[in-house]
């Protein structure tokens, strides 16, 4: 099983989404960050089964039904999660 490891980016982005489901859709709010989490969670020990990524070397999974994709990569005992994007972002030039 791997760990799961978030970067600044990725942390940032979800607190981003708290706040703004918190602001303007109160009663989704905690139930979207909980489902990301968990979504987040699922890859320790299904790592692939995220498409395969936009940029190299990484992955992309969709959380269906809610319009988000968690980008990350799949190192030796790691996930490394870059960015949680909402799909009507532009994000591409976001992620290094």
Known sequence: MRRIRWSPAA???LE???NYLRDNHP???QSTIRNLYAAA???KTSSYRGRP???E???ELVVAPM???IVYAVEA???QIFRVIHTSQDWQGAIS
Do not use: C, F
Request: no cysteine; hydrophobic share 30%.
């Open 27 to 29: 009663t989704l709010s």
């Open 11 to 13: 942390a940032n982005d």
């Open 41 to 43: 969670r699922s890859l």
């Open 16 to 18: 981003h989404i708290r």
């Open 77 to 79: 005992e790691i996930v």
């Open 57 to 59: 070397n990484t992955r």
């Open 67 to 69: 319009p988000y994709i």
């Open 53 to 55: 990524g936009k940029k």
